[in-house]
């Protein structure tokens, strides 16, 4: 993800969540020395991203979303299936995430992939107070 490719983005994250992050949020996160980025193309238009940290043990997503036109398709798996391929070729032992107790599809769809909760985060979000649902993937290195 570089800036040009932020106005796409920005549209994908409105509409896919209620506590959207800004722009200048987006901008900080591309900044920090281990953060990656994926995006999901189609004909030149992105159509979903995941954003997360290279550790020095682990992988940890901060962000991903796909647009609302190509949700149920497989995007969102197809983006975990990169992140833990650049996860197991960096030898980490698992990715981590937190998702919104209320996000079930993207409970479903972590789960899908091997993910496991590990725990609950009270009043994780700053935004409205939602409790996060811990969840890791461990993997095989």
Same mark, same amino acid.
């Given at each position: 993800?570089?800036?040009?490719?932020?106005?796409?983005?920005? @549209? +994908?994250?409105? %509409?896919?969540?209620?506590?959207?992050?800004?722009?200048?949020?987006?901008?900080?996160?591309?900044? *920090?020395?281990?953060?990656?980025?994926?995006?999901?193309?189609?004909?030149?238009? +992105?159509?979903?991203?995941?954003?997360?940290?290279?550790?020095?043990?682990?992988?940890? +997503?901060?962000?991903?979303?796909?647009? %609302?036109?190509?949700?149920?398709?497989? +995007?969102?798996?197809?983006?975990?299936?990169?992140? @833990?391929?650049?996860?197991?070729?960096?030898?980490?032992?698992?990715? %981590?995430?937190? *998702?919104?107790?209320?996000?079930?599809?993207?409970?479903?769809?972590?789960?899908?992939?091997?993910?496991?909760?590990?725990?609950?985060?009270?009043?994780?979000?700053?935004?409205?107070?939602?409790?996060?649902?811990?969840?890791?993937?461990?993997?095989? %290195?």
């Amino acid at each position: 993800m570089i800036l040009a490719d932020l106005d796409e983005v920005m @549209a +994908i994250e409105r %509409t896919s969540f209620r506590h959207p992050w800004s722009s200048r949020f987006f901008l900080e996160e591309l900044q *920090v020395a281990c953060a990656r980025s994926v995006l999901a193309e189609i004909n030149g238009k +992105i159509i979903g991203y995941v954003l997360f940290w290279l550790l020095p043990e682990e992988v940890d +997503i901060h962000n991903i979303a796909v647009h %609302t036109e190509f949700r149920r398709q497989g +995007i969102g798996h197809v983006l975990l299936q990169q992140v @833990a391929e650049q996860a197991r070729s960096r030898n980490s032992s698992r990715i %981590t995430l937190e *998702v919104r107790v209320s996000n079930l599809p993207a409970q479903k769809l972590y789960k899908s992939m091997g993910f496991v909760s590990k725990g609950l985060r009270k009043g994780y979000y700053s935004d409205d107070g939602e409790d996060a649902l811990m969840m890791a993937l461990e993997l095989d %290195t």
